[in-house]
């Protein structure tokens, strides 16, 4: 599955692919016009839009793509009610088919309630929304620390391999962030020098994730350690970083 990116606004990613049998997708249209000069540049039309959740960087481009192209929106179940003209509701632990791909709904509350991830197995691709990004994960506005860190651990049980296209460009930061909680780990420095080169870090591998993102690693002795932590549970540990980088 090739899969394109659309950067739109300061930071946000709208993904872009072709099934095998012509069907063409897009995940999360924030906005609607970058998004058509990208179909009409390459030649294509829309049939489906996909959503992880209903925050308007996601969700923008819609009422423009339906009227250009009559596309069928597709998203969480959840949030039905703030999300217009939903065709097909997205259910948690469901399989879809879209043409020659099929992907299961992954229900990870914390960012929002309803917040799902797309998880392409045969594909080894995972659309993860606001939850997880490159070193970081969502801010929680409609769920606890609890949540969020449960929603992960789900993510993190996913093969090393999947690649995981997340929504926003957010890893320079979430870099830096990650050195200022772990300063001694023998491999901040070179990651965050090497990231600073790069303009683009999405998609990213589940397995760097799973070895670095402190937010994936809450329950890691070294982690704690560092953080002044070994004694406390991995949710209170969890809970730290995240109130950490919401004053970062
Ligand atoms: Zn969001």
Redesign the pocket.
């Known amino acids: 599955m090739k899969i394109s990116l659309i950067p739109i606004y300061e930071d946000n990613y709208v993904f872009h692919f072709i099934t095998d049998d012509g069907l063409s997708v897009v995940v999360d249209p924030g906005d609607g016009q970058p998004v058509i000069d990208y179909l009409e540049t390459n030649g294509h039309s829309l049939q489906v839009i996909l959503h992880t959740?209903h925050?308007w960087d996601?969700i923008n481009g819609d009422d423009a793509l339906r009227e250009k192209y009559n596309c069928e929106i597709w998203g969480p179940e959840f949030e039905i009610m703030r999300i217009p003209n939903m065709d097909v509701l997205l259910e948690d632990g469901q399989n879809y088919t879209l043409g020659s791909h099929s992907f299961k709904v992954i229900h990870t509350p914390g960012?929002?309630r309803g917040h799902i991830c797309l998880y392409f197995e045969k594909d080894n691709v995972l659309f993860s929304g606001?939850t997880m990004f490159s070193l970081g994960c969502?801010r929680l506005f409609e769920g606890t620390p609890d949540d969020m860190w449960n929603s992960l651990k789900t993510l993190r049980n996913l093969p090393d391999d999947t690649i995981v296209y997340c929504a926003h460009e957010y890893t320079a930061t979430n870099a830096k962030f990650w050195k200022s909680i772990e300063s001694n780990h023998p491999e901040v420095d070179d990651i965050l020098e090497k990231i600073k080169s790069q303009k683009c870090t999405v998609p990213t591998k589940l397995s760097f994730e799973k070895a670095y993102n402190p937010f994936l690693r809450a329950d890691d002795p070294k982690l704690k350690q560092a953080l002044g932590m070994v004694d406390e549970t991995e949710e209170k540990v969890f809970a730290h970083i995240r109130h950490l980088k919401d004053n970062f």
Do not use: V
């Open positions: 959740h925050h996601h960012h929002t606001d969502g």
